[in-house]
T-cell receptor
């Protein structure tokens, strides 16, 4: 049972390049989340999807787009990367708020934008 | 804006002592509270959750919740060097997502 799988683990981009971070969970969870973590800033929510077919902005959505492809997969896209997007990105999932709110995290993607 | 506040530390505790980590939150109506542990370079992992006022114990860990004071704490008894990590407090403000504090870095001194 893999849990939450994120790819890639590391990525270096040049300013203006685009990329997609992939996330998949095999726990049949309804809700999925993308967080970024910067030193001294804690985990900040970028986007989330409370259920298949819905997505909503979090605290820091600018410069990102998401797609909830199906119940298992939730991708995060950077259309034109900027140095300010250098961060560690975590995907997470939970069964659903009001049900079982334990959040399970992927192993993270370390992204550097030069 | 819903906020979760933690002292960033670092907090240094001798091995075998009790480590006490604190967290305050901004919304008195919040229902669910969580403590995550994050080792350097790793992803957060859930170690405790609490929904009701009072104490909840799990092994060497105790979570304490006081909704009137908007305060949640984590006690680690008999601290071990393996407890050295950053501890993240998270709160569900009732809006389908968890809000995290900035974390407290804990170092256990052998």
């Amino acid at each position: 049972n893999a849990g939450v799988t994120q790819t890639p683990k590391f990525q270096v981009l040049k300013t203006g390049q685009s990329m997609t971070l992939q996330c998949a969970q095999d726990m049949n969870h309804n809700s999925m989340y993308w967080y970024r973590q910067d030193p001294g800033m804690g985990l900040r929510l970028i986007y989330y999807s409370a259920s298949e077919g819905t997505t909503d902005k979090g605290e820091v959505p600018n410069g990102y787009n998401v797609s909830r492809l199906n119940k298992r997969e939730f991708s995060l896209r950077l259309e034109s990367a900027a140095p300010s997007q250098t961060s560690v990105y975590f995907c997470a999932s939970m069964i659903g708020t009001g049900l079982d709110e334990k959040l399970f995290f992927g192993s993270g993607t370390q992204l550097s934008v030069l | 804006q819903k906020e979760v506040e933690q002292n960033s530390g670092p907090l240094s505790v001798p091995e075998g002592a009790i480590a006490s980590l604190n967290c305050t939150y901004s919304d008195r109506g919040s229902q669910s509270f969580f403590w995550y542990r994050q080792y350097s370079g790793k992803s957060p992992e859930l170690i405790m959750f609490i929904y009701s006022n009072g104490d909840k114990e799990d092994g060497r860990f105790t979570a304490q919740l006081n909704k009137a004071s908007q305060y949640v704490s984590l006690l680690i008894r008999d601290s071990q060097p393996s407890d050295s990590a950053t501890y993240l407090c998270a709160v569900n403000f009732g809006n389908e997502k968890l809000t995290f504090g900035t974390g407290t870095r804990l170092t256990i001194i052998p």
